[in-house]
């Protein structure tokens, strides 16, 4: 078992920046490829972004292209998501995911393990 605990959400103007975490316990973070995904109200869930069990590779959604920065720490048991140049679009529910596997994870289904969300509002 993983569990995870995301952190940091907000409300932020258009234009700002946010720093999401997410912490893990459990079994060794490690061996985990992590994922960010978003949920705004009345849509589905969807990816943001993923990072792979090392850190050496990441993979982004073409809307946080160049805006969201994912990294991990595994010293510290911990995933986060840089977003700078926030927009009004941006506003969801966002939750890390762990999946068991070496490589990036962007699929939904695939994934493991969730955290229970954090709420980021962008206003305009």
């Known amino acids: 078992q993983v569990q995870l605990v995301e952190s940091g959400g907000g409300l932020v103007q258009a234009g700002g920046s946010l720093r999401l975490s997410c912490a893990a316990s459990?079994?060794?973070?490690?061996?985990?490829?992590m994922g960010w995904f978003r949920q705004a109200p009345g849509k589905e869930r969807e990816f943001v972004t993923a990072i792979n069990w090392i850190g050496g590779s990441t993979y982004y959604t073409d809307s946080v292209k160049g805006r969201f920065t994912i990294s991990r720490d595994n010293a510290k048991n911990t995933l986060y998501l840089q977003m700078n140049s926030l927009k009004p679009e941006d506003t969801a529910v966002y939750y890390c995911?762990?999946?068991?596997?070496?490589?990036?994870?962007?699929?939904?289904?695939?994934?493991?393990?969730w955290g229970q969300g954090t709420q980021v509002t962008v206003s305009s």
């Open positions: 459990g079994r060794t973070f490690s061996r985990y490829s």
């Open positions: 995911a762990a999946a068991l596997s070496v490589g990036i994870v962007t699929t939904r289904g695939s994934y493991d393990y």
